[in-house]
């Protein structure tokens, strides 16, 4: 059963600071890894999806990367703003059976001015 | 603009009621999923619907019950067998054609009164 794990579960920096945020999954076999922003009370809004044949995507200043042999993600966002808070969750769709989304819990950015 | 539609954005549910979460899609989407959203946990699968007219458990589908007449549509009902309603619900969407991600609603959260 895919496993999705989130690290680290807050953070909080100063604005302007460039930030990493981790992603791992249990099992390889992925169809695509999609990272998503949610802010407080609100649904998911789509960043980027990274295919399996993929290693990264790029929108504006964020890079998501995609390992699939080490079951790894990265969320890189450069020059973060106060209005970059939120939660940022990834989730890796797997391959088959409705090809379900498999969610980590996410990691709650607060971006200071 | 194509999107998901989810509607009330508020419920408030008493004991023993069944209630019902409308999710309505102009995307053309052939998949549509919901999810519920609990704090401090990653988003969990109710039901799943790959085509109209079928539709398969998720991880926990028990005191909820889906149809899918329409492909528009994918309405959930919490039964009164579901002993902890009260949550944060996210229908969701995929495109079967092509390698695409999911589109998620603004979300409905139940409370039970």
């Known amino acids: 059963k895919q496993e999705v794990t989130q690290i680290p579960a807050a953070l909080s920096v100063p604005e302007g600071e460039n930030l990493v945020l981790n992603c791992s999954f249990t099992?390889?076999?992925?169809?695509?890894l999609q990272w998503f922003r949610q802010d407080p009370g609100k649904g998911l809004t789509s960043l980027l999806l990274?295919?399996?044949?993929?290693r990264e995507q790029t929108s504006g200043r964020l890079n998501a990367s995609l390992d699939k042999s080490s079951g790894r993600s990265t969320l890189y966002i450069a020059a973060s703003q106060p209005g970059d808070s939120a939660t940022y969750l990834c989730?890796?769709?797997?391959?088959?059976?409705?090809?379900?989304?498999?969610f980590g819990t996410g990691t709650q950015l607060k971006v200071e001015l | 603009d194509g999107g998901i539609t989810q509607s009330p954005k508020y419920l408030f549910r008493k004991e023993g009621q069944n209630v019902t979460l409308s999710c309505e899609q102009n995307?053309?989407?052939?998949?549509m999923y919901w999810y519920r959203q609990d704090p401090g946990q990653g988003l969990r699968l109710i039901y799943y619907?790959?085509?109209?007219?079928?539709?398969q458990k998720g991880d926990i589908a028990e005191g909820y019950s889906v149809s899918r007449e329409k492909k528009e549509s994918f309405p959930l009902t919490v039964t009164s067998a579901q002993k902890n309603p009260t949550a944060f619900y996210l229908c969701?969407?995929?495109?079967?054609?092509?390698?695409?991600?999911?589109?998620f609603g603004s979300g409905t959260r139940l409370t039970v009164v």
């Open positions: 969701a969407s995929r495109s079967s054609q092509g390698k695409y991600g999911y589109t």
């Open positions: 990274i295919q399996s044949s993929q």
């Open positions: 619907s790959q085509i109209v007219n079928d539709f």
């Open positions: 099992d390889s076999a992925i169809y695509n």
């Open positions: 995307l053309n989407h052939d998949a």
């Open positions: 989730a890796a769709q797997v391959t088959g059976g409705g090809n379900k989304l498999t």
